[in-house]
């Protein structure tokens, strides 16, 4: 079985993911569907997924999911030098996405993008087709969580179909709201934020903390809706802006 080769799995880890998002995104892209529609589309399919994986039948783990994670490549995840090894591996793939994706936005290819975000009528009114853009990231997208989902299971021993629900899409949708949306490090600033808050509440008043999430998401959208990022930057651009004015 391919699951056996570890070449292949790290094949599969990119492929499947990848494969799949092509697929579902150049029907949707080519259907025009796009805002508030596309996010119910995705959330209706991801727990359609979920249903499905809960089934014991398909194979999968049923509601056990995949356990008994112990070795990789033969050695044991549980020893403190591979449990930093996967630690430092995290680590590096973030820079590494993180630099792929701002050489991305800063080439040709991201200032169409953007500008498909910004209007993407106006895209086509000037000769560019917006579907292979949109089809391009979303599948890139798509191969770096299959890479996160990777690196994430060996380091918790456990996944199962649970994890797909909605309420971890409206966390990651919190993070770039509490880091700063329309930014890179706003996401991963975010993330850190409140994964931080996470398990300090989780632990102190676990009870408290998806209502803590909620009301998170609505004080930044009223009264912080650059994110974290954004009042930096304008602490940032006041504090240059007062020390020229008291400049002889």
């Given at each position: 079985?391919?699951?056996?080769?570890?070449?292949?799995?790290?094949?599969?880890?990119?492929?499947?993911?990848?494969?799949?998002?092509?697929?579902?995104?150049?029907?949707?892209?080519?259907?025009?569907?796009?805002?508030?529609?596309?996010?119910?589309?995705?959330?209706?399919?991801?727990?359609?997924?979920?249903?499905?994986?809960?089934?014991?039948?398909?194979?999968?783990?049923?509601?056990?999911?995949?356990?008994?994670?112990?070795?990789?490549?033969?050695?044991?995840?549980?020893?403190?030098?591979?449990r930093?090894?996967?630690?430092?591996?995290?680590?590096?793939?973030?820079?590494?996405?993180?630099?792929?994706?701002?050489?991305?936005?800063?080439?040709?290819?991201?200032?169409?993008?953007?500008?498909?975000r910004?209007?993407?009528?106006?895209?086509?009114?000037?000769?560019?087709s917006?579907?292979?853009?949109?089809?391009?990231?979303?599948?890139?997208?798509?191969m770096?969580?299959?890479?996160?989902?990777?690196l994430y299971v060996?380091?918790?021993?456990?996944?199962?179909?649970?994890?797909?629900?909605?309420?971890?899409?409206?966390?990651?949708?919190?993070?770039?709201?509490?880091?700063?949306r329309?930014?890179?490090?706003?996401?991963?600033?975010?993330?850190?934020?409140?994964?931080?808050?996470?398990?300090?509440?989780?632990?102190?008043?676990?009870?408290?903390?998806?209502?803590?999430?909620?009301?998170?998401?609505?004080?930044?959208?009223?009264?912080?809706?650059?994110?974290?990022?954004?009042?930096?930057?304008?602490?940032?651009?006041?504090?240059?802006?007062?020390?020229?004015?008291?400049?002889?």
């Amino acid at each position: 079985m391919l699951s056996d080769s570890f070449i292949a799995t790290l094949i599969l880890i990119v492929a499947v993911p990848g494969v799949i998002a092509l697929v579902f995104g150049y029907f949707a892209f080519r259907s025009r569907i796009k805002g508030v529609y596309f996010s119910i589309i995705t959330q209706a399919m991801t727990y359609a997924a979920m249903l499905l994986f809960f089934r014991n039948e398909t194979g999968f783990g049923g509601n056990n999911g995949f356990t008994d994670f112990k070795r990789i490549l033969g050695m044991p995840i549980a020893t403190q030098n591979m449990r930093m090894t996967l630690f430092v591996l995290t680590g590096l793939a973030l820079l590494g996405f993180f630099l792929l994706a701002r050489w991305l936005v800063r080439s040709k290819f991201g200032r169409v993008l953007q500008a498909v975000r910004d209007a993407e009528t106006r895209v086509m009114f000037s000769g560019y087709s917006p579907l292979p853009y949109k089809l391009t990231i979303w599948t890139i997208s798509a191969m770096m969580c299959g890479v996160a989902g990777a690196l994430y299971v060996p380091q918790v021993g456990i996944i199962n179909p649970g994890e797909m629900s909605a309420a971890n899409s409206i966390e990651i949708a919190v993070w770039a709201a509490v880091g700063g949306r329309a930014t890179l490090i706003g996401p991963i600033v975010g993330a850190f934020i409140v994964n931080g808050a996470k398990s300090w509440l989780t632990v102190t008043a676990p009870e408290f903390w998806l209502y803590f999430l909620g009301a998170l998401f609505i004080a930044v959208t009223l009264f912080l809706p650059d994110g974290v990022v954004g009042l930096v930057k304008k602490l940032k651009a006041k504090t240059t802006t007062t020390t020229k004015a008291d400049a002889p």
